[in-house]
């Protein structure tokens, strides 16, 4: 079964930096877009960051200029780096990522999610 597992939540400083990764292991074949998306306390699960297999990048509006996205494909790893941080941006983290594997004994392409870390920022 193909899975995602991320790392690097925690506490930080508003002003600070955090650097999130998620790593996709199982049988993989492909994997298309990666992503990581946020979903705050009463709130909606919302787009943080995606790329591409080929590196194409997008933001959501308010994290343009703080957070990159970057990925290893031959890792299978897909990272965002937060920067100036700020108390908008507490929220529990998840990995996402479009995969080509095996799923219980067959191969089909899959829409798979991590577990989430937290990310907390103090004021």
């Known amino acids: 079964q193909v899975q995602l597992v991320e790392s690097g939540g925690g506490l930080v400083q508003s002003g600070g930096s955090l650097r999130l990764s998620c790593a996709a292991s199982?049988?993989?074949?492909?994997?298309?877009?990666m992503g990581w998306h946020r979903q705050a306390p009463g709130k909606q699960r919302e787009l943080v960051a995606v790329?591409?297999?080929?590196?194409?990048?997008n933001y959501a509006d308010s994290v343009k200029g703080r957070f990159t996205i970057s990925r290893d494909n031959a890792k299978k790893t897909v990272s965002l780096q937060m920067n100036s941080l700020n108390a908008e941006d507490t929220a529990v983290y998840y990995c996402n990522a479009d995969v080509l594997g095996r799923y219980s004994g067959s191969v089909r392409r899959n829409d798979c999610w991590g577990q989430g870390t937290q990310v907390t920022v103090s004021s």
């Open positions: 199982g049988i993989i074949f492909s994997i298309y877009n």
């Open positions: 790329i591409s297999s080929g590196g194409n990048t």
